[in-house]
């Protein structure tokens, strides 16, 4: 069974700082992996996606790494602001039967604060 | 290009009461997903809807059910209402199944 972990739980940093959120899943027979944020109360905004033939995707202070083997992925966010405060969520969608895409697997998420 | 619409954005039931939440998908997207989100969680996953059959579907009771209608737009209902069933509802669509994109939710407090 997939399993999703996400360390740490919580993060608290001074602007400016460059940071790491960290994924792990158990079984790296995956169709691809996304990065989403969360605010409070509200719905998922999807931040980057990666194909399981991929190693990282970019999109300006985001950068997303995959390796499949080790089960890892790693988000990286530089020049932290204040509007970077959130909740951070990893999730992992498995092969189906024909190998397009299944449901979504989810880490219980980073929540990061950053602090002006 | 209209994002996900869900609807209500709050609803508050009382226990044993059945609740129907509604989401209007993407434009041109074929697929639905519903997935609940308890406070401090991440997302689990109910069902999915493709060309508005059910083709997959977690670890929930058959309360739980739903519908896609032919314009892709689609229901979640939930009967006999416990407690537990509090939670941050999403919905997610996407075409083919690749690259959701979620709604807003709906918040659901059962008293």
């Known amino acids: 069974k997939q399993e999703v972990t996400q360390i740490p739980a919580a993060l608290s940093v001074p602007e400016g700082e460059n940071l790491v959120l960290n994924c792990s899943f158990t079984?790296?027979?995956?169709?691809?992996l996304q990065w989403f944020r969360q605010d409070p109360g509200k719905g998922l905004t999807s931040l980057l996606l990666?194909?399981?033939?991929?190693r990282e995707q970019t999109s300006g202070r985001l950068n997303a790494s995959l390796d499949k083997s080790s089960g890892r992925s790693t988000l990286y966010i530089a020049a932290s602001q204040p509007g970077d405060s959130a909740t951070y969520l990893c999730a992992v969608s498995p092969p189906n039967y024909g190998g397009s895409q299944g449901n979504l697997i989810f880490g219980k998420g980073t929540k990061l604060s950053v602090k002006p | 290009e209209t994002g996900v619409t869900q609807s209500p954005t709050h609803l508050i039931k009382t226990r044993g009461q059945q609740v129907t939440l509604r989401c209007s998908s993407q434009s041109g997207h074929n697929t639905v997903s519903w997935y609940q989100q308890a406070l401090g969680q991440g997302p689990q996953f109910i069902f999915q809807?493709?060309?508005?059959?059910?083709?997959g579907r977690g670890n929930f009771p058959p309360r739980f059910s739903g519908l896609q209608f032919p314009n892709y737009s689609s229901e979640l209902n939930v009967n006999a209402l416990e407690l537990d069933d509090s939670a941050l509802y999403l919905c997610?669509?996407?075409?083919?199944?690749?690259?959701?994109?979620f709604g807003s939710g709906t918040r659901l407090t059962v008293v």
């Open positions: 079984d790296s027979a995956i169709y691809n």
């Open positions: 809807y493709y060309r508005e059959e059910e083709n």
């Open positions: 990666i194909q399981s033939s991929q």
């Open positions: 997610a669509s996407s075409l083919d199944s690749y690259g959701y994109t």
